[in-house]
């Protein structure tokens, strides 16, 4: 995490909840990509982005929602990704929004090409089941 941005929403989001933030785990920095690591939860959320939906999730969820929680990190997941662009069938508005999820803020983020082909294997079982 940014030490300047990203230290104290950690440690009040860690201390809201009861964690010891020295204990709590959070992504690594991967070799190769610039950035710091220290995502936090199945989602993967920076901390000052998390603290951006605290309110949100919270009138919805109708508690502090945890980002380590998988019910609360994939709703702010899909909070954050409409909030984005990704909103309906377009695969343009929807590539360029995984995009920034992940931080490049272009279109063309080799992550969102993973997230893309994930969708549409996944879209194309449902399908399947569907029928």
Not at 30 to 35: K, L
């Given at each position: 995490m940014k030490p300047s941005r990203d230290v104290a929403?950690?440690?009040?989001?860690?201390?809201a909840l009861g964690y010891n933030a020295f204990q709590t785990a959070v992504s690594c920095p991967?070799?190769?990509?610039?950035?710091y690591g220290g995502a936090m939860?199945?989602?993967?959320?920076i901390p000052s982005t998390w603290k951006l939906f605290e309110s949100r999730l919270k009138n919805i969820l109708g508690h502090l929602a945890d980002p380590w929680s998988?019910?609360?990190a994939f709703m702010a997941s899909g909070m954050y990704l409409s909030d984005l662009g990704a909103v309906g069938v377009s695969t343009?508005?929807?590539n360029k929004a995984a995009c920034r999820y992940y931080g490049s803020g272009g279109s063309t983020?080799?992550?969102?090409?993973s997230v893309i082909?994930?969708?549409s294997a996944i879209?194309?079982?449902i399908d399947l089941l569907s029928s």
């Open positions: 929403p950690f440690l009040e989001i860690t201390n991967i070799a190769g990509v610039a950035g939860g199945p989602a993967q959320f998988p019910r609360d343009s508005a929807q983020c080799s992550y969102s090409k082909n994930l969708k879209q194309n079982n």
